[in-house]
Protein backbone atom coordinates (compact mmCIF):
# COMPACT_ATOMS: atom_id res chain seq x y z
CA UNK A 1 0.00 0.00 0.00
CA UNK A 2 1.39 3.26 -1.19
CA UNK A 3 0.94 5.88 1.60
CA UNK A 4 1.62 9.54 1.43
CA UNK A 5 2.24 11.84 4.56
CA UNK A 6 0.90 15.28 4.02
CA UNK A 7 1.18 17.72 6.48
CA UNK A 8 1.20 22.07 6.95
CA UNK A 9 3.41 22.89 10.17
CA UNK A 10 3.47 26.49 10.99
CA UNK A 11 5.82 25.72 13.84
CA UNK A 12 7.52 22.73 13.03
CA UNK A 13 5.27 20.98 15.38
CA UNK A 14 3.49 18.86 12.97
CA UNK A 15 6.73 18.71 11.15
CA UNK A 16 8.41 16.40 14.23
CA UNK A 17 5.23 14.42 14.28
CA UNK A 18 6.05 13.62 10.51
CA UNK A 19 8.86 12.70 10.77
CA UNK A 20 8.14 9.89 13.74
CA UNK A 21 5.66 8.92 11.64
CA UNK A 22 7.64 8.77 8.48
CA UNK A 23 10.40 6.94 10.67
CA UNK A 24 7.45 4.39 11.61
CA UNK A 25 6.38 3.97 7.38
CA UNK A 26 9.48 4.10 6.00
CA UNK A 27 8.10 3.70 2.40
CA UNK A 28 5.72 6.16 3.09
CA UNK A 29 6.47 9.79 0.83
CA UNK A 30 5.87 13.20 2.44
CA UNK A 31 4.49 16.36 1.23
CA UNK A 32 4.96 19.65 3.36
CA UNK A 33 2.24 22.10 2.85
CA UNK A 34 3.47 25.71 2.38
CA UNK A 35 1.32 29.11 1.77
CA UNK A 36 3.14 32.72 0.19
CA UNK A 37 2.00 34.13 3.34
CA UNK A 38 3.86 32.12 5.67
CA UNK A 39 6.02 34.20 8.07
CA UNK A 40 7.34 34.52 11.72
CA UNK A 41 4.47 36.74 13.48
CA UNK A 42 5.03 37.73 17.43
CA UNK A 43 3.51 35.81 20.10
CA UNK A 44 -0.17 37.29 20.45
CA UNK A 45 0.21 38.39 16.73
CA UNK A 46 0.12 34.50 15.39
CA UNK A 47 -2.82 33.64 17.03
CA UNK A 48 -4.97 36.84 16.38
CA UNK A 49 -3.79 36.19 12.70
CA UNK A 50 -4.52 32.76 12.78
CA UNK A 51 -7.91 33.12 14.26
CA UNK A 52 -8.84 35.22 11.86
CA UNK A 53 -7.69 33.15 9.31
CA UNK A 54 -9.87 30.28 10.40
CA UNK A 55 -12.79 32.35 10.91
CA UNK A 56 -12.71 34.06 7.75
CA UNK A 57 -12.87 30.69 5.98
CA UNK A 58 -9.35 31.68 4.17
CA UNK A 59 -8.30 29.32 1.62
CA UNK A 60 -4.00 30.61 1.07
CA UNK A 61 -2.72 29.66 -1.91
CA UNK A 62 -0.72 27.07 -1.74
CA UNK A 63 3.15 26.94 -2.89
CA UNK A 64 2.97 24.30 -5.65
CA UNK A 65 3.85 21.21 -5.50
CA UNK A 66 4.51 18.36 -7.97
CA UNK A 67 3.00 14.69 -6.62
CA UNK A 68 0.15 12.98 -8.23
CA UNK A 69 -2.37 12.14 -5.22
CA UNK A 70 -4.00 9.42 -7.16
CA UNK A 71 -0.84 7.36 -7.23
CA UNK A 72 -1.35 6.81 -3.51
CA UNK A 73 -3.81 4.59 -1.46
CA UNK A 74 -4.00 5.72 1.57
CA UNK A 75 -3.49 9.55 3.17
CA UNK A 76 -2.24 10.43 6.36
CA UNK A 77 -3.10 13.90 7.22
CA UNK A 78 -1.69 16.17 9.75
CA UNK A 79 -2.33 19.81 10.31
CA UNK A 80 -2.10 21.89 13.67
CA UNK A 81 -5.22 23.14 15.98
CA UNK A 82 -5.95 26.85 14.96
CA UNK A 83 -9.07 28.16 16.50
CA UNK A 84 -10.97 24.88 17.50
CA UNK A 85 -10.07 24.27 13.46
CA UNK A 86 -7.49 23.02 11.07
CA UNK A 87 -5.13 25.37 9.78
CA UNK A 88 -6.24 27.56 6.87
CA UNK A 89 -3.18 25.59 4.46
CA UNK A 90 -5.20 22.07 4.74
CA UNK A 91 -8.16 23.90 3.70
CA UNK A 92 -7.22 24.73 0.90
CA UNK A 93 -5.33 21.55 0.28
CA UNK A 94 -8.49 19.20 0.79
CA UNK A 95 -10.65 21.63 -2.03
Known sequence: M?????????EGNCAL???KI??????????RLSTAEDKTRG??????WGAKQVFCGK???LVSYSVDLGAYDFLIIGTPV??????????????
Do not use: C, H, N, Q
Request: hydrophobic fraction near 50%; charge should be positive; charged fraction near 20%.
Open 2 to 10: KTLIVYYSY
Open 17 to 19: IAE
Open 22 to 31: KVALPDADTL
Open 43 to 48: FLAKYL
Open 59 to 61: RPA
Open 82 to 95: WAFSYAPAMRSFLE
